[in-house]
């Protein structure tokens, strides 16, 4: 697998490990079991591995689930010495859930720069609706413990929030407006998505909640009131104070190489030749197997990187570049012409938050107009 890596990669590193599951994820994750400790194991031999291949310290890292904090103390700090064998990566990101932070030794911080904790909402209101897996009062210590911390040990901290825009129960503005009040250095604004089979997809399928589909001036408000705080709207879930933009995700949606480990990651190589690869959603066997193994690759055609690139570049502030695409794809671009996109010095870009919503389909007809 890691032959497939032309130039080192950042690093993924998953955790599919959660105390209970939350009523709106339809994520692959597992209870925490006694096979967590195998797991970190085989994670760190092949984050060892990976270092003494490409011997230099990974760009960007994250350790992402799942809930990280599920990990023991001694677990967690192995992961964090693996990434950083060969030197600290430019950023280090952990996820974590409010109700570990209790949990986390405070000499992780000697290696993370980045705390990412999902408290999704900051009311009983949103917690119940989203059934989540920590209580408010959970969440509300979370975040003083991680303040604590941040102040100490100068850290950069990301909140994670869950919009539930047009829906009923949902207090989408309270609940921002309580979040700002923390002053993080970013906040992750996503939509409630309500996806695969999850049991509040089926709540909503069932008519138990009602979602008003057509709220887009809602989120046009909550992103308006971030951006009046000072923070910038530089992805269409991110928003960042000056110089917080988030690295990791930066290499992500500029679609450069990624290597993700662990049980239900996904890798990108980028190069003459590149591949997504996948590992299975089997936490278990993963703990088992050998490194390296069972990781599914399969090779990308240029039109399908083109198309990926596309969308991301989309979705994000600084738009798509006419002379990068060119360079990356040998082809030159053609700009379709879409409301509240503009085309200046040969960058096509939204325009402002109107544009942001219209991303997605910008990015659509992108790939209409160069038959991608
Ligand atoms: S903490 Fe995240 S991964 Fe775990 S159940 Fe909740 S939403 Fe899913």
């Known amino acids: 697998m890691l032959e497939a890596f032309e130039n080192i990669p950042s690093l993924y590193v998953h955790i599919p490990f959660c105390k209970r599951k939350c009523r709106y994820c339809a994520f692959y994750s597992v209870p925490c ?8 194991d085989r994670l760190v031999s092949e984050i060892r591995r990976a270092s003494r291949l490409f011997r230099k ?15 023991s103390p001694s677990a967690f700090m192995r992961i964090c010495e693996a990434i950083c064998e060969n030197g600290r990566p430019q950023e280090l990101t952990a996820e974590m859930n409010p109700e570990s932070m209790k949990d986390l030794p405070g000499s992780a911080f000697d290696y993370i720069s980045r705390l990412s904790l999902g408290i999704q909402s900051l009311s009983e209101q949103g917690l119940s609706l989203l059934g989540r897996n920590s209580s408010l009062e959970e969440t509300q210590g979370g975040l003083e413990t991680a303040l604590k911390l941040r ?6 901290l990301n909140l994670d929030l869950i919009c539930c825009r ?44 009602k979602r008003d589909e057509d709220s887009s001036d809602e989120l046009l408000g909550l992103w308006r009131a971030l951006e009046k705080r000072g923070y910038e709207h530089y992805e269409v879930s991110s928003f960042a104070l000056e110089g917080r933009r988030c690295l990791h995700n930066l290499r992500y949606w500029n679609l450069e190489s990624y290597l993700g480990l662990g049980s239900a ?4 190589a980028q190069g003459r030749s590149s591949y997504r690869i996948e590992s ?18 399969t090779p990308l055609t240029k039109a399908e990187e083109a198309e990926e690139y596309a969308i ?11 002379g990068a695409y060119r360079d ?16 200046e010095n040969g960058v096509f870009r939204p325009e402002g938050d109107e544009g942001m919503l219209l991303g997605d389909f910008a990015a659509l007809e992108f790939c209409l107009a160069n038959s991608l």
């Open 33 to 40: 079991a006694d096979f967590m400790e195998p797991y970190v």
């Open 57 to 71: 310290p990974f760009p960007t890292a994250y350790i992402g689930g799942g809930n990280p904090g599920c990990l």
């Open 151 to 156: 102040e100490k040990y100068g850290f950069s």
């Open 166 to 209: 047009g829906c009923d129960g949902g207090s989408s503005a309270e609940d921002l407006e309580k979040a700002m009040g923390y002053e993080s250095d970013h906040i992750s604004l996503y939509e409630l998505t309500l996806e695969g089979h999850s049991p509040l997809s089926r709540d909503f399928e069932k008519g138990i909640h």
């Open 265 to 268: 990651a996904a890798s990108t």
């Open 280 to 297: 299975p959603c089997d936490a278990a066997g993963y703990a088992e197997g050998e490194a390296f193994s069972g990781y599914i690759a």
């Open 312 to 322: 991301m570049r989309l979705r994000t502030s600084d738009g798509l570049d006419l």
């Open 328 to 343: 990356r794809f040998g082809k030159e671009p053609v700009f379709p012409k879409v409301g509240h996109m503009s085309i």
